[in-house]
């Protein structure tokens, strides 16, 4: 089983930029798939970028150019370097790692983009 816990989120203006980690422990961390979700309200949650075991990258399009997904196996942590943030970025993001079939999730952290 994997813990996880987010940090970074908060307040920022439009245009700014935040940096979102989240650490894992109890397993193998580099054996898992590890994904940034997030939840806008009155939406479903969304994939916004996953990277795999072999650091192969994925990103949704809205967020493309703009986001990148990292991961540092040493530190047990993934990280999601937001630039160019928009109001429509504003929702809680969600942690997942994922291996054999299992996915774990984080509680998740507030990001609001508001002038």
């Known amino acids: 089983q994997v813990q996880l816990v987010e940090s970074g989120g908060g307040l920022v203006q439009p245009g700014g930029s935040l940096r979102l980690s989240c650490a894992a422990s109890?397993?193998?961390?580099?054996?898992?798939?590890m994904g940034w979700y997030r939840q806008a309200p009155g939406k479903q949650r969304e994939l916004v970028a996953a990277?795999?075991?072999?650091?192969?990258?994925n990103y949704a399009d809205s967020v493309k150019g703009r986001f990148t997904i990292s991961r540092d196996n040493a530190k047990n942590t993934v990280y999601l370097q937001m630039n160019s943030l928009k109001p429509e970025d504003t929702a809680v993001y969600y942690c997942?790692?994922?291996?054999?079939?299992?996915?774990?999730w984080g509680q998740g952290t507030q990001v609001t983009v508001s002038s």
């Open positions: 997942k790692a994922t291996r054999g079939g299992l996915g774990y």
């Open positions: 990277i795999t075991s072999g650091d192969s990258t």
């Open positions: 109890g397993s193998i961390f580099s054996l898992y798939a």
